[in-house]
């Protein structure tokens, strides 16, 4: 019986060569005179060196060949083994291609499509990787340089319409700039293409609608949008009410912007976990499939008979070999010099 690979790795693991000084000689010229030991015997890429070793050595161990002839039919009788297991592992694969399922795909793909439906609109979707990159950036610029803090709240102050328009002016600015950089192409509805086939001021009014939409779904950009129409330089509260009411908005927003902040990283982050769960699925599926010699059914039982063939004529070989020159005592078990 064929020893398994674990077997093998045991055994080569274990020995520590021969005791014997007429042992130790016949050692030394393996690896040299015969090359069965070598660091890169003839076995693929993917299968172990050292299991290679442990059952080179274990043959060696039960067989005790001497000379050339012997020493090769024992490396033959290695490799007729080793293209045994090759052939099972071969075996293997084709079973688990035909019987494992194929390794499904991330459901990210379909719950967040990076591009829109062809038929509709070949831009990018909102969840394109360029896409949720450029909202997070432009989102976090609006939360960190527009907190609640920069709002002038002393109402009573003689600066304080001075102060109001310069907050006004600044938020302005930032709000044109997040208006200028949101990737809106990405939303669904908007209807940019329109543009230039229809009348201006049909355009405006189903580009609000759009913004509508979004603001009743508390998208940040539309939310965004209407605020900025909202601020008037000149015009500061002139109540604590008005003013509560700046406050209050401005902080929705910036709660908005950053909810939409977190949901992006969660998005993410659950579509990286999918990746990394579809190569690591992917990689058991093809190492559970990995042929090491061709695909072709029909020659595998050839290639089988064939080495069962070739190791049974090598094994009668050396017991022929090793019988005869015990026979003829040239070379008995203790030596003679």
């Not at 299968?47 to 067989?63: I, K, N, P, R, W």
């Not at 083994?81 to 499904?104: F, H, T």
């Not at 997040?178 to 049909?202: A, M, S």
């Amino acid at each position: 019986m064929v020893a398994s690979a674990e077997v093998c790795r045991m055994n080569g693991a274990k020995s520590r060569g021969p005791v014997s000084e007429r042992g130790k000689m016949i050692s030394a010229r393996n690896a040299t005179k015969h090359g069965l030991l070598a660091e890169k015997p003839p076995i693929l890429a993917t299968e172990d060196l050292a299991t290679f070793q442990g059952l080179m050595q274990s043959l060696v161990d039960t067989y005790q060949p001497e000379g050339a002839v012997e020493w090769h039919l024992v490396q033959t009788i290695a490799m007729c083994i080793q293209r045994q297991n090759r052939l099972w592992v071969a075996e293997a694969a084709l079973g688990n291609a035909q019987v494992l399922p194929a390794v499904s795909k991330p459901y990210t793909d379909e719950k967040y499509p990076a591009l829109k439906l062809p038929q509709t609109d070949e831009r990018w979707s909102s969840y394109h990787p360029a896409n949720l990159n450029t909202e997070r950036e432009v989102l976090t610029r609006f939360v960190e340089k527009n907190p609640l803090e920069n709002i002038p709240t002393e109402i009573r102050s003689k600066y304080f319409a001075d102060s109001w328009t310069d907050w006004v002016e600044v938020t302005q600015k930032q709000l044109k700039r997040l208006d200028d950089e949101y990737p809106t192409d990405g939303i669904p509805g908007k209807p940019r293409d329109l543009l230039g086939t229809i009348k201006l001021d049909l355009y405006t009014d189903l580009y609000l609608r759009w913004v509508w939409d979004l603001y009743a779904a508390h998208h940040p950009f539309a939310v965004c949008w209407l605020y900025a129409k909202c601020l008037d330089p000149n015009k500061p509260p002139t109540s604590k009410g008005c003013l509560q009411f700046y406050l209050e908005k401005h902080h929705t927003i910036l709660e908005y912007c950053q909810k939409r902040i977190d949901q992006i990283e969660q998005i993410e982050q659950e579509m990286q976990q999918e990746r990394d769960r579809y190569q690591q699925d992917l990689a058991a599926y093809q190492a559970l499939t990995a042929n090491p010699i061709p695909q072709q059914v029909a020659l595998l039982s050839r290639y089988e008979s064939h080495i069962s063939t070739q190791l049974e004529r090598s094994l009668n070989q050396l017991q022929m070999v090793q019988k005869e020159r015990k026979k003829a005592g040239s070379m008995g078990s203790f030596g003679q010099n």
